[in-house]
């Protein structure tokens, strides 16, 4: 290239070949220089592009994977990274994918199992009799609710404090009297208005066949036991057990002709709320002129 430059252009003045270049081949000399320099930065520039290019569809594909990977044994894939839509389906699409829809038919929403009604509530009353314990503890025996009868005579019966409430009091037929010679004794700590005893042998009657008392148990749809202290002297008393919502009654005969006789009567049973259990306890026969029964105390749990 050289030899040919030389042959071509005359050198510089002191060159051994003679006068040098003229301006405009000069000119010329450095446009062509320019442009093969411009040439070579194209197809350089050209090139990086294509690399960058190839580079960026690599990692495309490869990230979702390496975000799986990451995510750890375990974790279900496409965890940790935006849900993206996925495209409609075709008619047939859909079919295949949800067998028994329809095209375009969402499948239906899973919905909560309704809760039981307080009607739905099956009843349930059982009753039975046992001896009375030489001391009853009302406080245990009726952590949910308990009255007492006879202590203040025949006013208000003593309950408990801060009870359910659920025993009531519904009255009866005959007029009654207070006593304090029961063969048991009974005992609290958390009455109201008189917060303990700590062995009272008080209680109510009421004379006369036919007479007796009523008495009432709120349900609440659960199972429930309650416990009514009741006696007679010289007569035979009948207690009847039902629910207010009808089902299964009961009904039990305490008798002694001769002398005074207490029992521990045990009901079990389960209403819905709002229904009520119904004790009626009655002199269903009288052995002389002063035949009666009574009741000391009723305890729920």
């Known amino acids: 290239m050289a030899e040919e430059d030389r042959t071509r252009f005359a050198g510089p003045p002191w060159s051994p070949y003679g006068q040098g270049p003229t301006r405009s081949a000069l000119r010329r000399i450095a446009r062509a220089r320019q442009r093969r320099r411009w040439i070579v930065e ?54 295949a994918a949800s067998p028994g829809l329809r095209p375009r038919q ?103 066949r036919g007479s007796g008392f009523t008495l009432a148990v709120s349900g609440d749809g659960v199972p429930r036991t309650v416990r009514l202290y009741a006696g007679l002297w010289m007569a035979r008393g009948r207690l009847d057990a039902r629910l207010s919502t009808g089902g299964p009654t009961s009904t039990v005969r305490l008798e002694d002709p001769h002398t005074q006789h207490t029992a521990e009567f045990i009901v079990r049973f389960r209403a819905p709320r709002g229904a009520r259990l119904l004790l009626t306890w009655t002199v269903e026969e009288s052995f002389g002129d002063g035949g009666n029964v009574s009741v000391q105390a009723v305890a729920l749990r």
């Not at 350089?44 to 594909?61: K, N, W």
């Open 42 to 95: 194209t197809l350089a520039a050209v090139a990086c592009l294509a690399a960058l290019a190839a580079y960026l569809g690599t990692e495309q594909h490869a990230g979702p994977r390496q975000q799986e990977r990451a995510a750890g044994p375990g974790t279900a894939p496409g965890a940790g990274r935006p849900a993206v839509p996925s495209p409609q389906r075709s008619g047939a699409d859909a079919a």
């Open 106 to 208: 969402r499948p239906p929403s899973p919905s909560a199992s309704p809760s039981p009604s307080p009607s739905a509530v099956e009843p349930v009353l059982t009753l039975s009799q046992a001896d009375v314990p030489a001391r009853v503890d009302l406080s245990a025996a009726g952590p949910v609710d308990w009255v007492h009868w006879g202590l203040l005579g025949t006013e208000p019966p003593v309950r408990k404090r801060n009870g359910s409430g659920a025993i009531r009091d519904e009255g009866g037929r005959g007029t009654r009297e207070s006593y304090s010679n029961n063969p048991e004794v009974y005992l609290w700590r958390d009455g109201s208005p008189v917060e303990s005893a700590s062995g009272t042998m008080s209680g109510v009657y009421t004379c006369g």
